[in-house]
């Protein structure tokens, strides 16, 4: 049977963050872009556990929290601003708000 | 068969009861603590007063804790001139010259921010303790950020600061750009944390920790045979912290984002903010990897100053709202800091301490200035709105000039020295390719300046050189607060152009150490 | 001897006091105090040159270094002044003739509304020349030598009121300007070779120059005194200076700026020791000016221009003896000369004044009926300058031909030729003191020959205008330039005051002794010889005894023919006039009127291309950048489009650029 | 011998074995539902049910931004439970500091509710 050594986590998460990217240039609507975002920072944790488990160091593992904790103050931050511009303009998309250019 | 399966799965309790917790000597976190608990502080008593607090009572208090933790830094500084610097609790956080410079750093561009916040937001009417204590916390997190010996913690530090500032920027909730300056800056600035935390992961991958000593340690003990984990690490990590610097691939944010938010908040950002970011940049890269990585990651940072140095430049040509004009100019002045970066020397880092603290004064002071001279709503930034300043407004129209003289570089400023110092470091490494292009920039971003003190002092004059009235001028008197830190903001500017050695020597002494954590 | 910085400070204490409170001062003030400073500076020199009189002749040199005037880096001029028997001669004869025609233009710009500007002009002048004699580097001098330059040309066009005399200035002043810039040259390359321009240095320095270098050295300052003392190619400024006020003539253009040139000369004679075949340049050049402005003066009729260009000659003559290394000779002439020309210049001055102004001497005649002290001293400077014994001017010039036969295989044949041009200055100077003193009153008659000057008038002025532009169009026949012109035939020429006859008696009084000073009769009697032994180096061995005095007895009877001619031509009217008066040498040979048309055509068009290439690919060029770097600036503007997600995409670009660094750099 | 990647799955196969037995009792009530009951499409079955008031308005309908704010208030005092949980179970293992400061984070949390609160974002009506 096929060994699911740490290179087959690595590649998955460095998939999930390439498609977070991607999704961000590609995706119109903040929200989605937002998502996208978290989808990278969850990206980043599969990374570090699995690095804390082929270090066999519990510190990755710890900063998973910390990762946890940034991203959820991220989220909150970040809804409560794109709801008051979507509140402003009800179908905002990331391509109106291009007012400042140049 | 089901309890057969249920009992297999072993319940991890580890075996000793105690875990040994890091003993932590309070006294050496006094600015981080001020600064939260102040930030804190305000917030809760300002809601329970309601709404009875008079409305210079919350500039008053941030100028006071920020006040109080640049004094704390005194006792620490001689602390660490004393028995060196030291790493504390657990090696998560580092006391040493280099993070004290830079907490003096974010808090003098506090004090100015938050004099210059009072008038504006008197005059905007959107009076409230909300933009001082996210200035606090942001503050806080820079700190954080600066004397970060771990790279989490040094994650942690960034996100507060951001966070904070996302917030910051879009709170001016009448304007539209405000909120838009805002969201773009929250989901680019995710973004690139995303990318910088990709890196952490990476580089805690290839070297075993995140702590900044181990990581040291650990790349003097071994020779990585691949190490292509850890320069994948630097790639991202500096994708992450260039951002935050606006260095050139990754400044596209910032022209829009010290255009749309509040202009006395675009000071704080363009000064304390970077500040705290080239502090990370600083730590992570000149300190940890100076040794034998220093070659591998110089060269991205070599190519992100030289196109900083370039396309701020030339991009600044041709703007002609004056904030995006000082946008693009920071970023040139961002390249400037990369320069001091890249020679990965002490000379090269207490240079680039020495602009970065001047820069505070120049760019803080100036849009200070350029947000008075905004009047009502904040709109009025273009070339045009500035001529005949200096007839109608001359006390404002001088200080103007003079930071923007600073801004070129004019001598007897403390804008020259400090170009003059980064140069000096990038010559001293027979980096002449980089000083050439650092002055060439130096040359072209002149004309940018001196073309915004032509539209004030000449624009439009009449034949004999009497230049007309502004319609509608600025409000005649420049309230109190903003008064004072323009003050401070030009004293400062010409003292460290003529008498800088006091400031010179402490930037000298005030070189990163990282030092194994003692037990 | 300390007292030497106080020689150049009176002049210029005088032209600063004058510059304040000149109009105060008015009239008649003015001029005395002048004059009053120059005497001073006069006596102080007389002091110093005392004082060095009574040291040994060995140590008579005194360097006083005032303070380090541009201390740059390896180079340092330092404001110092020589006291040495060269400077010290010079000084003395400057002041001297200075003081005198201080107090003649007292006289002579009586009527003049700017009197004590004329003033302020005269002492900077002196200042200028002491400072160009005294100073103890190649530094000072040229300081001395532009300040003189300018003087000059704002002498000269005093009355610049008037288009001739203001373009005659800038001729002189554009002359001299070419001469400086050899004068530049060289001391670029004295201070490249040499490594300091003091004088002491450079005589010490030059016996290991090597001798490409000396030659090269020697031409490039002989380029600048050739602009200065107007030799071939550069002296078509002088006669047009001849539109300056008379004193100006007299002081300037004949005794002591002209011979700044041969002080320069005779100073840096250690390097004409070294420079080979530049001598022969220096010595032809010499003797073919004589000889050219010689002709020239004989077709003069304007008063002054013959004498202009026998100062001319007369230069040839001193830079005939540099050439040939007899310094000595060379200084002798000049002392003489500056004596009998100025005599010579300041009569013909009195002869305007008295005449009203008009300076052709075709309307002159039986003068000394009416100016008797006038003609008298002009008698005298006529017969010293044409050589007759035991007048100065036979000892010097003599010395000079004398001299000139033993220099070197060519010495006979440039002794011919100076020999030649003394016959013609004989000449042409009894023509001139014939047709100005004796025959008849040709402007009684001229009530008749109104018409006939008036056409002739109009025939000169005619030929005169055709090439030139604006640049050297000085009528042949310069117009008194005041207004009250007329010579009416019932005009009573009436002798001058005595401010301006006192100078003229003095002078002839200089003119007559000035021979003793260096008689070839004995050594001791060779007292200028001695006197400069310690400036000069290297011998000059003139031919023995015997030869001496055949050369001297050729020199003799050929003044004496000159003169015979000359009075048969004029008095006797034995052969026609106009056949020695040919047009072509009226004309200058053409010289001037060639320069002039050479600047008007292809050199304008020369000077057109230059300024036009400068415009367009200079300024070009500049402007480029400027709006290149803009354009530069609009190509990368619409990558800030203001959509987040052309952000987001320059930001993944960016991570992407990153990551194939990082790539190309990883070890696998 | 059991190799260790079974090992490894055999540990999952209870998780398995529930997922699985609650799809099939899923699927069994709507097929056999489908299967018996008669087929008579009419308009009115088909619109919302809005416990049996006629629905009002389109489903796009403007959310109140009190909801919204709730939600955020709630992610962030759950975050906050993640943090306290794993602290809870070893309670006794981080000592008096530990109290201190895990007192601290609650107490700057508290603080926010208390700033939300006087701010009146709580109030429902």
Redesign the interface.
């Known amino acids: 049977?096929l060994?699911l050594t740490e290179t087959w986590y690595l590649v998955l998460a460095s998939l999930i963050f390439t498609i977070g990217a991607v999704g961000l240039l590609v995706r119109r609507n903040p929200l989605v872009m937002f998502m996208c975002v978290e989808l990278m920072l969850n990206a980043t944790t599969l990374t570090f556990v699995t690095f804390s488990k082929a270090l066999n160091d519990v510190g990755g593992q710890a900063s998973v929290?910390f990762v946890?904790?940034v991203a959820?103050a991220e989220?909150?931050v970040g809804?409560?601003i794109i709801?008051a511009i979507l509140?402003r303009q009800d179908n905002a998309d990331a391509d109106d708000l291009s007012l400042m250019r140049g | 068969m089901?309890s057969v399966?249920?009992q297999?799965?072993p319940i991890p309790i580890?075996a000793n009861?105690?875990?040994e917790?890091p003993e932590i000597v309070w006294s050496s976190l006094a600015p981080h603590l001020i600064l939260i608990l102040g930030g804190?502080l305000l917030?809760?008593l300002v809601?329970?007063l309601?709404g009875k607090a008079p409305s210079w009572f919350h500039a008053a208090w941030t100028v006071v804790v920020a006040g109080a933790a640049l004094g704390s830094l005194w006792p620490l500084w001689s602390r660490v001139q004393e028995d060196g610097p030291q790493t504390l609790i657990a090696g998560a956080v580092g006391l040493d010259g280099f993070s004290l410079f830079v907490t003096g750093i974010i808090c003098v561009s506090v004090i100015l921010s938050a004099l210059l916040l009072e008038g504006y937001l008197r005059r905007e009417n959107l009076v409230g303790p909300e933009w001082y204590v996210l200035m606090l916390l942001s503050a806080s997190g820079g700190v954080i950020m600066a004397s970060a010996n771990d790279l989490i913690v040094l994650f942690i530090g960034l996100e507060i600061l951001s966070v904070a500032a996302y917030v910051l920027a879009s709170m001016h909730s009448r304007r539209i750009s405000s909120s838009e300056a805002g969201l773009k800056y929250l989901i680019l600035g995710a973004f690139s944390s995303a990318f910088l935390l990709y890196g952490i992961a990476m580089t805690y991958g290839a070297t075993g920790s995140t702590n900044l000593v181990r990581i040291q340690q650990f790349l003097v003990d071994t020779v990585l045979i691949k190490n292509g984990m850890l320069l994948a690490g630097f790639a991202f990590m500096i994708v992450g912290l260039g951002f935050k610097v606006a260095a050139v691939p990754f400044h596209f944010w910032a022209p829009d984002v010290y255009q749309g938010s509040p202009t006395p908040i675009s000071g704080y950002m363009a000064s304390g903010i970077k500040a705290a970011g080239f502090a990370g940049f600083i730590r992570v890269f000149v300190v940890t990897f100076g040794g034998t990585y220093a070659q591998q990651w110089r060269p991205m940072v070599y190519a992100l100053a030289v196109l900083s140095l370039l396309v701020g430049a030339y991009m600044a040509l041709i703007q002609t709202n004056v904030k995006r004009m000082l946008a693009y100019s920071s970023i040139a002045h961002a390249g400037f800091i990369l320069i001091g970066v890249t020679v990965a020397t002490d000379k090269g880092t207490s240079a680039a301490l020495f602009y970065l603290l001047v820069y505070a004064f120049m760019v803080t002071g100036s849009f200070g200035v350029v947000g008075i001279i905004g009047r009502e709503g904040d709109g009025k930034h273009s070339l045009d709105d500035y001529q005949g300043l200096g007839k109608t407004r001359p006390g404002l129209a001088l200080i103007f000039a003079v930071f923007l003289l600073a801004q070129a570089g004019v001598p007897f400023t403390g804008g020259f020295l400090s170009k003059f110092y980064v140069i000096n470091a990038a010559v001293a490494e027979e980096q002449y390719v980089l000083a050439v292009i650092a002055m060439v920039s130096a040359v072209i971003a002149a004309y940018l300046y001196l073309r915004i003190i032509v539209s004030m002092y000449f624009a439009g004059a009449d034949d004999h050189g009497v230049s007309p009235e502004m319609a509608n001028p600025p409000a005649k008197k420049v309230p109190a607060g903003a008064a004072i830190a323009l003050g401070i903001a030009v004293f400062a500017t010409l003292w460290l152009g003529i008498v800088p050695d006091t400031v010179t020597s402490v930037a000298n002494e005030a070189v990163a150490r990282l030092v194994a954590f003692q037990g | 001897m300390e007292l030497i910085w106080l020689i150049p400070a009176f002049p210029v204490v005088g032209f600063v006091v004058l510059v304040l409170f000149g109009r105060l001062l008015g009239k008649p003030a003015a001029g005395w105090f002048a004059s009053a400073m120059v005497a001073g500076s006069f006596a102080t020199t007389l002091v110093v040159f005392l004082d060095l009189l009574s040291t040994q002749s060995a140590q008579r040199v005194f360097e006083q270094k005032l303070y380090t005037w541009m201390p740059a880096g390896s180079f340092t001029a330092t404001f110092g002044l020589m006291a040495d028997p060269l400077s010290i001669m010079m000084c003395l004869f400057v002041t001297g003739i200075a003081t005198l025609i201080h107090i003649y233009s007292i006289g002579y710009m009586r009527d003049d509304e700017n009197f004590s500007k004329f003033f302020i002009y005269l002492n900077l002048f002196v200042a200028s020349m002491l400072l160009l004699v005294l100073g103890n580097n190649l530094l000072l001098t040229f300081l001395g030598w532009e300040g003189v330059g300018l003087c000059s040309f704002l002498l000269i066009g005093f009355w610049h009121t008037d288009l001739a005399n203001s373009s005659a200035a800038k001729k002189a002043f554009v002359a001299n300007r070419i001469g400086d810039f050899g004068f530049m040259v060289g001391i670029f390359l004295v201070w490249v070779t040499v490594g300091s321009i003091n004088y002491a240095d450079i005589r010490a320095y030059a016996p290991n120059l090597a001798a490409g270098t000396a030659t090269a050295m020697a031409l490039l300052f002989f380029l600048g005194a050739t602009g200065k003392s107007a030799q071939l190619p550069l002296y078509t400024w002088l006669p047009d200076a001849m539109a300056g006020p008379t004193p100006v003539s007299a002081l300037m253009h004949a005794a002591t700026m002209v011979t700044a040139g041969v002080y320069l000369m005779v100073r840096l004679n250690p390097i004409l020791h070294e420079a080979g075949w530049a001598n022969d340049v220096i010595a032809w050049v010499g003797v073919a000016t004589a000889l050219v402005a010689a002709t020239i003066a004989v077709a003069q009729n304007d008063i002054k221009k013959v004498l202009a260009y026998s100062t001319v000659s007369q230069l040839g003559y001193m830079f005939l003896a540099v050439g040939t290394h007899n310094y000595v000779a060379a200084m002798f002439h000049m002392v003489t000369h500056a004596f009998f020309k100025a005599l010579l210049f300041l009569g013909s001055g009195s002869v305007i004044v008295g005449m009203a102004h008009e300076q052709d001497m075709r309307r002159y005649g039986n003068l000394r009926k009416y100016m008797p002290i006038t003609a008298g001293t002009f008698i005298i400077g006529w017969l010293a300058i044409a050589g007759v014994p035991p007048l100065s001017g036979f000892w010097s010039k003599d010395e000079i031909l004398a001299g000139a036969f033993n220099a070197g295989p060519a010495g006979p044949v440039l002794w011919l030729l100076g020999l030649i041009t003394a016959l013609l200055t004989a000449f042409y100077m009894t023509r001139q003191v014939i047709m100005t003193f004796y025959g008849d009153e040709k402007w009684r008659e001229d009530a008749h020959a109104e018409a006939h000057a008036g056409a002739d008038e109009a025939a000169e002025a005619g030929d005169e205008a055709t090439g030139a532009p604006v640049a050297t169009a000085v009528a042949a026949v310069d117009h008194a330039h005041d207004d009250h012109h007329g010579l009416t035939p019932d005009h009573e020429p009436v002798e001058s005051p005595w401010t301006m006859t006192f100078p003229l008696v003095v002078l002839a009084g200089f003119s007559i002794v000035a021979g003793v000073l260096n008689l070839p009769f004995s050594d001791k009697l060779e007292r200028l010889g001695n006197w400069l032994h310690p400036v000069i180096i290297g011998e000059h061995h003139m031919p023995n005894a015997p030869v001496l005095f055949g050369l001297a007895s050729g020199a003799i009877t050929t003044s004496i023919v000159g003169i015979l001619i000359g009075y048969a031509v004029y008095e006797k009217r034995k052969a026609d006039p106009s056949k020695i008066e040919l047009s072509v040498l009226a004309r200058g040979w053409f010289i001037d009127e060639s320069y002039s048309k050479f600047m008007g055509g292809p050199g304008r068009a020369f000077y057109q291309g230059v300024a036009d290439f400068d415009s367009k690919i200079v300024d070009g060029v500049v402007n480029g950048v400027g709006k290149g770097s803009l354009g530069i600036g609009r190509l990368i503007r619409p990558a800030q489009s203001g959509i987040i997600r052309t952000y987001a995409l320059g930001f993944g670009v960016g991570a992407v650029l990153l990551l194939v660094f990082v790539v190309t750099r990883m070890s696998l | 011998m059991a190799?260790p990647?079974s090992e490894f799955l055999?540990?999952y196969?209870?998780v398995g074995i529930f997922v699985g037995l609650s799809f099939v009792l899923f699927g069994l009530l709507m097929v056999i539902s489908w299967a018996l009951r008669p087929n008579r499409p009419q308009a009115g079955k088909y619109i919302n049910y809005e416990s049996g008031v006629d629905p009002v308005g389109s489903t796009w309908s403007q959310s109140q931004?009190r909801y919204?704010i709730f939600a955020?208030l709630f992610?962030?005092f759950d975050?906050e439970a993640?943090?306290i949980f794993p602290w809870a179970t070893?309670l006794?293992?981080?000592?008096t500091?530990?109290l201190i400061e895990m007192f601290a984070f609650i107490t700057?949390l508290i603080?926010?509710l208390?700033?939300a609160w006087?701010?009146g974002v709580l109030k429902w009506a």
């Open positions: 049977m060994e929290f946890l904790v959820a989220v909150v809804l409560g709801v509140r | 089901l399966i249920l297999d799965t580890s009861p105690v875990i917790t804190i917030l809760t809601s329970l309601r | 190799n990647l055999r540990s196969l209870s931004v919204y955020l992610v962030i975050v993640v943090f070893r006794e293992a981080y000592g500091f530990g700057i603080l926010g208390v700033y006087r701010k």
